[in-house]
């Protein structure tokens, strides 16, 4: 099994190192591995809820709404719960322009 480091997730997921370790500090994704020196380590499982956290954060549910439900989804419903989430926020924006052309007019 391959194991990635704080830094190597923060690259690979465009995340931030500080992102990580606050995850890990309030247990939201705890890595699998800490070597003696804490260093954090990573597995690919790791890496799959990091993204779907990723993909929640992005329809601005908070992270305590995350934290209880994250487990329970696949990431096919991460995925359906964030297009849901895009599809209102495309719905607002339309609304938006609508009432501004609106004024404009």
Same mark, same amino acid.
Do not use: F, G
């Given at each position: 099994m391959d194991y990635f480091t704080t830094g190597e997730?923060? %690259? #690979? &997921?465009n995340m931030s190192v500080r992102t990580l370790r606050?995850? +890990?500090q309030i247990n939201l994704v705890v890595? $699998? &591995?800490k +070597? !003696?020196?804490g260093k954090r380590f990573y597995s690919e499982n790791d890496l799959l809820l990091l993204q779907k956290i990723s993909l929640l954060t992005e329809t601005s549910m908070p992270l305590k709404d995350? !934290?209880?439900?994250?487990?329970?989804? /696949?990431i096919e419903?991460? &995925?359906?719960? @964030?297009?849901?989430?895009l599809e209102?926020? #495309? %719905?607002?924006? !339309?609304? /938006?322009? &609508? @009432? $501004?052309?609106?004024l404009t007019s």
């Open positions: 997730v923060a %690259k #690979r &997921l606050y995850y +890990d890595p $699998t &591995l +070597d !003696e020196n995350i !934290e209880q439900i994250i487990n329970d989804l /696949s419903k991460v &995925l359906t719960v @964030h297009k849901m989430q209102t926020d #495309r %719905k607002a924006l !339309e609304q /938006s322009l &609508l @009432h $501004t052309q609106t």
